[in-house]
């Protein structure tokens, strides 16, 4: 069942040698080009890596060499108006992607966009990985792949047969996510020391890179300072001012 497929996820950060073929690739791209897309705008665009050197540099600028250079696969999924504009320039028209409205849309249609393409990849059996890291170098990677103004990089994804399988990782329980009808904070006081309790048991037990950690301390050290601050300058001098 699709159901079980979505819930048996876990990221896959070692793979065999195989490559995927490009008619692979292809395939997984066309089911992501299914997924939802706010006023069928389609403000993504996807980089098959397949130069070696080219993958080299994008591990290294990521700083996750090990993943983009072992895997079946590397994309870099990115949010894209620079089609948009080619498509209002055939009827002499310009477009204006400099609101926050803008970059929104752009992130929302390429994250589902890649998750389609995850799922497809998961349903043949691959793994997968989303490198977030892409934004460590965002300039860099944006010339070393030729990305022109309206385009930016959101994050990469590695795909492979892997070499490791991972256990799930037990996710937040379903009532600390879903509110009826009004929003309910209080619960979270008792819902995430159980959460804690559990995550807790999780990382000291799984097969691999075991830690005594909770999870509520690792969101509290994760996002006490801004992450990638320089995110919002690289942004604007792709045209994404926000305004």
Known sequence: MVIDLLKSHASVRSYTDEQLSSETVRELINAGQHSASSHFVQAYSVIHITDRVLREKLGEYSKNPHQFNGAGA??????????????????NR????????????????????AQNVAIAAESKGYGICYIGGVRNNPAEISELLGLPEGVAPMFGMTI???????????????DAVLHENMYDEEKYKTILPQYDAIMKDYYETRNSNRKQAEWTEQMADFLESPQRPHMKDFLRARGFKFE
């Open 74 to 91: 590397a994309l870099v999924f990115c949010a894209d108006f620079n089609r948009l504009q080619a498509a209002a320039a055939l009827h």
């Open 94 to 113: 310009t477009i204006d992607y400099t609101h926050a409205e803008a970059m929104l849309v752009g992130t929302i249609d390429v994250a589902l966009f």
């Open 160 to 174: 492979g047969v892997p070499a490791v399988s991972n256990e799930v990782k037990p996710r937040l329980p379903v």
